[in-house]
């Protein structure tokens, strides 16, 4: 078969032939090389991701949820991204669910076989309730996975948003999808090894859709991160600094907003700038959409 007619993510590329010749040096270079072009691919797909994003923050704002799905290393990019958000953003751990094919065991030994039944992803999704104001993000390079591809149809049926990320053009999964990120990574430094640029694409993308719906619903105040979960010391010593940082409080201040407000850091912040009580705060919050900024920006223009 004409390898430039098999998929991109299966074709050989000419800059690591004879790869298994090189030193070690030499072999980073090149991986290091190829991995430059993988941020350019991501830049040539703003349109599309930019338009899921919006659904995605149009489906928290009613109550909706975001499923990544995938198999095998697409699978666990979306776990992980999907596990990051209730400790960075405070956000409630079935905000962003991330589904792989053949359930937990997959995250740490390949399943690859799970890929192959479009059935399971389908049950997964009617296991939690999946409807049609949530969105469902399909992950996978080649774009071929039944089990992933499955879940989409059924998701596309209930009349929710679906996106699709994939390195291949021709991917299956663009034809049952709202959203079509194709990353043009080109083929693997080692055939076929989608963990490598196309899993790097996958999680630059993953990055943006997630970080840029919580910027919007009000889960950063500037470029900080004012809606931490505070679980541990260290998390809570964050919270309090946040607050001494923002509202250039002193430590004892600080400890106290933080113990009346429950230990809300964006509630906190605005009791001591706009001298108000811990309920009034909450409430501007709320009909802010969460953002301190507009809080701020709205006090001002009424004033």
Not at 278 to 296: P, T
Request: one cysteine or more; hydrophobic letters at 40%.
């Amino acid at each position: 078969m004409n390898d430039n007619a098999l998929p991109s993510t299966e074709q050989r590329n000419p800059l690591s032939y004879r790869i298994d010749t090189k030193s070690t040096l030499e072999i980073l270079h090149i991986i290091n090389s190829e991995d430059q072009n993988v941020p350019l691919a991501v830049a040539t797909a703003m349109d599309p991701i930019a338009a899921l994003v919006d659904d995605v923050v149009e489906s928290f704002l009613k109550g909706g949820r975001l499923f990544y799905i995938g198999a095998g290393t697409s699978g666990r990019l979306g776990i992980l991204d999907a596990s990051e958000c209730p400790p960075t953003f405070g956000v409630p751990p079935t905000m962003v669910q991330g589904l792989i094919a053949g359930g937990p065991p997959a995250l740490t030994r390949s399943v690859e076989w799970a890929e192959d039944n479009p059935d399971a992803g389908v049950a997964e999704l009617c296991s939690r309730e999946f409807s049609s104001i949530d969105v469902l993000v399909g992950i996978t390079a080649s774009g071929q996975a039944p089990y992933v591809v499955g879940a989409m149809q059924y998701a596309r049926s209930l009349g929710a948003s679906v996106g699709a990320i994939s390195s291949n053009e021709t991917s299956k999964v663009f034809d049952c999808a709202d959203h079509k990120i194709f990353l043009p990574v080109g083929p693997e430094i080692i055939t076929g090894s989608t963990r490598m640029k196309s899993g790097t694409a996958q999680k630059l993308v993953l990055n943006m859709i997630t970080t840029t719906a919580m910027i919007r619903i009000g889960k950063v105040y500037n470029n900080l991160m004012v809606d931490l979960m505070p679980l541990n010391t260290k998390l809570v010593d964050r919270a309090k600094r946040l607050v001494m940082e923002i509202t250039g409080c002193d430590r004892q201040e600080a400890e106290r907003l933080y113990t009346v407000s429950g230990g809300n850091v964006r509630v906190s912040i605005l009791m001591s700038l706009l001298a108000v009580d811990a309920a009034e705060a909450q409430l501007l919050l709320e009909s802010n959409g969460g953002s301190i900024n507009r809080v701020l920006d709205a006090r001002r223009q009424a004033t």
